[in-house]
């Protein structure tokens, strides 16, 4: 007997039997050879879901043939207004230039002068003389400048003149005359409201963009860099955005009949009022900057009180003199200052109501009627001495050059 305080790990062993050969077919999990039916219904669901798809009728599934490229319909010619404005551009844009303007910095550890980009504008092509025009405020605060033309070529530029009271620039590129294209030049004096026009310039620093659109207003009043009004200004509904400044307002045939200059927004961007300088006006300061390198600006040879100071002291309009400059063309005419006599009290000058037939009602309708005129002229001035009015002509001097 065993021990039975042990477990018994004996059992009786099946008889030895011969090592069973496998074979090389394999035998299924499963005792049942049928195919399921859960199994059939999806490969019946997948076979027609793939039909339907390649037959283009699932939803958001396209035929095989809808994935080919479409026959292209004939356009035809194009519109006659479209092939004048492709005509136009083609013809105008090599006279317009982006300008590029730089600041000035000595680096302080190699003291090396750096040129830092501070701006963009535009600018047109003035003459075969490389004179470049553009608005005053684009180069206003700029040390240096650079011309891109047309062809992408860069030039360096140089300043020849300016007039801030109209807000113009002439620059200068020593380009030869085979790489440049001069502007068309039109008139402004006989536009009319409605006009077809069209801006090219570019805004944001993009080149050649042409935007379209219509004369708005005639006639209109902007203050100048210089403070003093702009007379006669185009309004116009065509995109001008920053970056068009200084860049060419052009007709239906192309040609120059404003310089883009400023917009009304109150965001910055173009909101459909912009503004552009008559050619007018640039056919007469331009060519003065060229020779000059300013505008000679007409004066009668006096000094005017504030409009407030002659309002308190009882002049409802006109402009009231203060001083006569002695050997001016005020003083040559007679024309009296204000003063005080010898029992100390305060005699006023004469008042200056009409110069050469325009009405003068303030300080800035004076400034208006001598922007015309040059010096050399004599203009005719109607004024208020002691209640009485007298006319006298002046000769007009030059304006001494600011300093």
């Known amino acids: 007997m065993s021990d ?18 496998a074979e090389r077919t394999a035998t299924p999990a499963s005792s049942s050879t049928a195919v399921p039916a859960w199994l059939v219904a999806v490969l019946l669901v997948s076979v027609a879901t793939l039909m339907l798809r390649n037959a283009g009728l699932l939803p958001g599934f ?14 035809g010619d194009l519109a006659a207004d479209e092939q004048s404005n492709i005509e136009l551009f083609r013809k105008a844009s090599p006279c317009v230039v982006h300008i590029k303007t730089l600041t000035r910095r000595r680096d302080p550890f190699s003291m090396n002068v750096l040129e830092i980009p501070e701006g963009t504008g535009t600018g047109f092509i003035y003459d075969d003389a490389g004179h470049i025009v553009t608005n005053y405020h684009v180069i206003r605060s700029a040390q240096a ?25 002439v620059l200068k590129i020593e380009a030869p005359a085979d790489r440049l294209r001069k502007i068309d030049i039109g ?20 080149d050649q963009t042409l935007t379209t659109g219509v004369i708005s207003g005639l006639g209109r009043e902007i203050e100048s860099i210089g403070g003093l009004p702009i007379e006669g200004v185009i309004q116009t509904d065509a995109a001008i955005n920053p970056g068009n400044s200084g860049g060419p307002l052009l007709d239906s045939a192309g040609r120059l009949i404003g310089v883009n200059t400023m917009i009304v927004s109150p965001s910055g961007a173009y909101s459909g009022v912009g503004f552009a300088v008559p050619v007018d006006i640039i056919n007469q300061v331009v060519p003065e900057l060229i020779q000059h390198g300013r505008v000679e600006h007409a ?17 409802p309009d006109g402009a009231l003199v203060r001083d006569v400059f002695k050997n001016g063309g005020a003083a040559a005419a007679g024309i009296r200052p204000t003063y005080e006599d010898e029992e100390g009290n305060i005699q006023l000058g004469d008042v200056l109501i009409e110069i050469g037939g325009r009405k003068i ?3 800035i309708d004076l400034l208006k009627a001598l922007d015309g005129p040059k010096p050399g002229d004599s203009i005719r001035v109607t004024l208020l001495r002691n209640g009485r009015l007298q006319t006298v002509d002046v000769q007009l001097q030059a304006a001494a050059p600011s300093p």
């Open 4 to 21: 039975p305080e042990q477990p018994d790990f004996s059992f009786d062993l099946p008889p030895a039997r011969e090592p069973v050969r």
């Open 62 to 75: 396209s035929s095989r043939a809808a994935t080919e490229p479409r026959t292209v319909t004939p356009r």
């Open 145 to 169: 400048a650079k011309v891109r033309l047309a062809d992408q070529s860069t030039w360096d530029a140089k300043l020849v003149g300016y007039e801030a009271n109209k807000d113009l620039a």
């Open 187 to 206: 008139e402004s004096a006989n536009l009319q409201v409605g006009q077809k026009v069209f801006a090219i310039g570019c805004p944001f620093g993009l």
């Open 299 to 315: 004066v009668l040879g006096l000094r005017l009180f504030d409009d407030q100071v002659s309002r308190r002291l009882g002049i």
């Open 361 to 363: 009602k303030s300080t």
